[in-house]
């Protein structure tokens, strides 16, 4: 419920992690989708055009092929019309008379009905006469060769006659300056006993009987050719065709200029041929079924595949609009899944963080409006000493114990501050203290309050705190007393110390500084007896009230930490036999820098000193681990050995204010206040020079860091192991800088 409130109000996150993270596995995996859905839907929408093209290709071949069988019938019936109008010809009764009685009379007037014939008939375009060996006697027009007939159709060689009437192949003649494909038609003129007395020849247009039944075929725009089965196109070629393969005279040969059509057309009889650009609709007609007279020729049509694309332009517009939104869509419902199982993935993140969170270390309960509980965990249970079953549907008020004014102070106090904390007692319920906490939930007007309580065990903290105040009641006494860190800063004294070294406030003080004597040069020598025999007693010599020599007897017991270093030092001073001080002895010991023996020590030294002494410090981190000395465990004495060894001649030249301290078993810092990085590298290479002339140079690398602003000794300490490890790794310098200049 927590967790549900939290993502509907829109809260700030607790963690990053709460919000919606789009990975790089999610973005590569919605790429692909994309990706994938964008070549899908372009290769649909392609081939969809495509197949709606070719469709529109089959639709138009269909209806072409069926107005070329309409056509080749049309064309059949009128050649099979024109024999019986020549047959009619031939039986005409003025023609009967002139071969009866030939006469100029009888002949003009046989010419002059033949001239109202072919003047009224467009397709036909001449009739002559022939005499019985076939030579040319008359006709209607000089359009035509005067030759004889073939032999072939003459007397006994022929193989026809009577009623019947010989249709020829198609031809060409120059008319009006134009070639004019025609076929002629000849009947034969007999006597009673069956001799001929003449040939009745008509001439027939086919390029005027194709433009006579076109009309009804289809429109003018539509191409329609006409071939013999050599291939020679014998109409279609008046105007120029729209695409080049096709023959743009009469005669010309489609078998020369498209091979691959005329190939598939002279194996069948009908068919459809898609070319680069146009389609072919072609069917082959018969003229005339009679023997030795059949005329077998093609009827062919095509349309540009640009055309067939024009009139699908439309369509072609409408599905690529529709691919267009069909693919916004699916983007869209791409990104919306990836959205939702993101968000939801959030959501279940988020009620899992807050379920971890409700059910921690910390007891928590949520109250509804009517303060009501509605839901706690165990360890609220626990620390309310009830069962998790009793604790549903409880009020809190009497939970917490408090009475009406009480309990209607913390709700007014949660209506201003959103929050309200104290410590409240459980000893009769549970014997425990808990700390209460209780948190108003942020909501909308629409929504309900509900409060979230959380319990901490703060028992142990009040023992913690009463023990404390007993210590403090028994530490206020007439003796001196302090607690002293490893490194003899003051942490806790009592009223009589300092008002025995006449201080105010012990932030910043050091033991040794405060004591007027020599402790600081003894005191590595004084933690070293702690740490052996847990305590040190002897009389310090201080002056801390007066010019008067005051002699005290000092008490330093040490307290120790599990890895055997000194923790706390508790020192108690008492008034002593006063002695001269040791500089009128003549027993002064100079000031020399002691080794500090932990991090911690050396962070405290490097924390007390002043802004411009650390702001300009150095610090060298020295490695005197030579190669051959760690190949076995029984070498770590030896380097303890050598390590002594070094760290005391370092000891005796190290300048004052330098502070040596251990870091790692073979490795020493140096902190350098007031130096620069050049003077730390004059330091380094005087210091490596020294151990090389007594033999403990070998195998000792040096790294230099310089200070850096906001920086704390860890990240100092890092900067100088990075240079160190440069050290290491070049192999010709054994001291090497980094993070040596200011930002």
């Known amino acids: 419920m927590f967790s549900i409130l939290m993502l509907m109000q829109k809260l700030p996150l607790l963690i990053s992690t709460q919000g919606l993270h789009w990975s790089t596995q999610r973005i590569f995996s919605v790429a692909t989708q994309i990706i994938i859905l964008l070549i899908s839907v372009i290769l649909m929408t392609n081939v969809i055009i495509t197949l709606g093209e070719r469709r529109l290709q089959e639709d138009w071949a269909t209806q072409r092929y069926s107005e070329l069988q309409s056509v080749g019938t049309l064309i059949a019936d009128k050649v099979g019309f024109q024999q019986f109008r020549t047959q009619m010809f031939a039986n005409s009764e003025l023609l009967k008379r002139y071969l009866t009685i030939p006469s100029e009379v009888r002949q003009a007037k046989l010419q002059q009905n033949w001239n109202v014939m072919t003047s009224n008939i467009p397709e036909l375009l001449d009739i002559a006469l022939f005499d019985p060996q076939g030579k040319y006697k008359f006709s209607t027009t000089n359009d035509f060769s005067r030759e004889p007939l073939p032999p072939a159709l003459l007397g006994g060689a022929r193989n026809m006659g009577g009623n019947e009437v010989y249709t020829s192949p198609l031809e060409f003649t120059p008319i009006a300056g134009k070639l004019e494909p025609y076929l002629y038609q000849l009947a034969w003129l007999e006597n009673p006993d069956q001799t001929v007395r003449g040939y009745l020849v008509s001439y027939q247009s086919m ?13 003018a725009e539509s191409p329609l050719l006409m071939l013999d089965t050599q291939g020679l196109i014998y109409a279609g070629a008046e105007s120029r065709p729209t695409i080049n393969r096709i023959p743009d005279t009469m005669g010309g040969s489609l078998r020369q200029t498209y091979p691959a059509l005329w190939r598939k057309m002279s194996t069948s009889n009908f068919g459809q041929f898609h070319g680069d650009d146009a389609t072919f609709v072609y069917l082959k007609i018969e003229l005339t079924t009679q023997y030795e007279t059949r005329r077998e020729y093609y009827l062919v049509s095509y349309v540009r595949n640009d055309a067939i694309a024009d009139n699908f332009s439309q369509w072609r517009n409408i599905l690529i609009f529709g691919a267009v939104v069909l693919t916004l869509l699916a983007l869209s419902l791409i990104l919306l899944s990836h959205s939702y199982r993101i968000g939801q993935r959030s959501r279940a993140y988020s009620i899992q963080l807050a379920n971890r969170l409700f059910h921690q270390d910390i007891g928590c309960i949520i109250v509804n409006d009517n303060n009501r509980v509605i839901t706690a965990n165990d360890q609220a249970a626990k620390l309310l000493a009830m069962p998790i079953d009793e604790l549903s549907d409880r009020n809190l008020q009497r939970i917490l114990q408090f009475e009406d004014d009480q309990y209607a102070a913390i709700m007014t106090q949660l209506e201003t501050d959103k929050r309200w904390q104290q410590e409240v007692d459980f000893e009769n319920l549970s014997g425990t203290s808990l700390r209460v906490t209780i948190t108003g939930a942020p909501r909308t007007p629409k929504e309900s309050k509900y409060l979230l309580v959380t319990f901490e065990d703060v028992t142990e903290l009040k023992q913690i705190q009463h023990q404390s105040n007993l210590n403090r009641l028994l530490n206020d006494s007439s003796v001196a007393c302090a607690l002293v860190q490893a490194n003899g800063d003051l942490e806790l004294v009592n009223e009589a110390f300092m008002q025995l070294v006449s201080i105010h406030d012990i932030a910043g003080k050091n033991l040794t500084e405060l004591l007027n004597n020599d402790l600081s ?19 310090i010599l201080c002056d801390p009230n007066s010019n008067e020599n005051t002699c005290l007897q000092a008490t330093l017991k040490g307290h120790l930490d599990a890895a055997g270093d000194i923790e706390h030092i508790v020192c108690t001073l008492e008034q002593a036999q006063k002695r001269a001080l040791l500089q009128d002895r003549g027993d002064f010991i100079p000031h020399r820098s002691t080794i500090l023996v932990n991090l911690r020590d050396l962070d405290d030294y490097f924390k007390s000193l002043s802004d411009k002494s650390r702001d300009s410090s150095s610090l060298l981190l020295m ?35 330098y502070q040596m301290s251990h870091w790692q078993l073979g490795k020493l810092i140096v902190i350098l206040p007031d130096t620069s990085s050049d003077n730390a590298h004059h330091f380094a290479v005087k210091t490596l020079g020294s151990l090389n002339e007594i033999g403990l140079g070998a195998g000792i690398c040096m790294g230099i860091a310089s200070y850096q602003p906001r920086q704390n000794l860890e990240q100092y300490l890092s900067n100088a192991e990075i240079a160190l490890k440069r050290a290491k790794q070049i192999g010709e310098q054994n001291i090497c800088q980094a993070y040596t200049r200011q930002p």
């Open 207 to 219: 390029a005027r009987m194709l433009k006579s039944i076109k009309p009804a075929y289809s429109s």
């Open 521 to 539: 040069s003894q005191w590595s020598r004084i933690t070293q007896q702690i740490m052996l025999q847990g305590s040190w007693k002897g009389q």
């Open 623 to 657: 490695d005197i681990t030579a190669e051959s000395m760690l190949s076995h465990m029984s070498d770590i004495g030896q380097l303890e050995s050598r390590q002594k060894e070094v760290e005391i001649h370092i000891l005796k030249s190290l300048p004052v204010g």
